[in-house]
């Protein structure tokens, strides 16, 4: 697998640019729940399970990350990461999900950055491939689980992405952040029907997202740009 190789300096260039290719591309970026970010514990690692429907992804999450000052890594296909290495520099390390013995690795490591500092957050797109947002059922891979029965004790947000052209030249992206849950890992646990719960919370976020946008309901969102 390829570790995580993180940059500081690299993060803060690459932040500049990130955003002037959104502001370009994009009309506008709000975001419902962000304050979860900017309030999140040092005390408690974090995990975001994110929907996967567009490249642009990797990106949206590349911004709120930085806005909010977390200390982020992100999960990566292998092929796709070997093509962006220099995302090895804003804290990616890949995943073969097809061959069990080289996704243990990755489930081992993920969860090692956690446990070797708290403060840090993890993003998955635990859907493994991009699809659209209004695919039903989601379908996850079980290793988000799998890497939050190593960590034992952690928060986890569901974040929901929508991009829509709302009578504009340009789309619009549509960010939904659920509140943190704390999970504490027990004799209880099973990580395949907590990947069940995990894709549940997920799609009500996405029929949330869908609703706010077709009622123009965005009194709770912040406009990023």
Not at 2 to 25: C, D
Not at 100 to 106: D, G, M
């Amino acid at each position: 697998m390829l570790e995580a190789n993180k940059s500081v300096i690299f993060e803060k260039i690459f932040a500049v640019y990130n955003r002037n290719l959104l502001r370009r591309r994009f009309y506008s970026f709000q975001v419902s729940g962000l304050d979860f970010l900017l309030n999140k514990s040092p005390n408690t690692p974090l995990i975001i399970y994110c929907n996967h429907s567009s490249w642009w992804d990797g990106l949206v999450v590349c911004e709120i990350s930085y806005r909010t000052g977390l200390d982020s890594f992100i999960m990566m296909e292998e092929k796709r990461l070997r093509n962006l290495f220099l995302f090895r520099l804003l804290g990616a390390f890949s995943v073969v999900r097809e061959k069990p013995h080289e996704a243990l690795k990755s489930i081992f490591y993920g969860a090692e950055l956690l446990k070797h500092n708290s403060a840090r957050t993890l993003w998955i797109f635990p859907q493994g491939e991009i699809l659209p947002s209004d695919l039903r059922p989601l379908k996850f891979y079980n290793g988000v689980s799998k890497i939050i029965e190593k960590v034992g004790t952690c928060a986890t947000a569901s974040l929901s992405m929508k991009y829509e052209f709302l009578g504009e030249f340009k789309p619009q992206i549509f960010v939904k952040i659920g509140k943190p849950e704390i999970i504490q890992v027990d004799s209880d646990f099973h990580s395949k029907s907590f990947t069940e719960q995990l894709a549940s919370r997920l799609t009500e976020s996405l029929d949330s997202l869908k609703t706010d946008i077709i009622k123009r309901n965005f009194a709770g969102y912040r406009t990023i740009f």
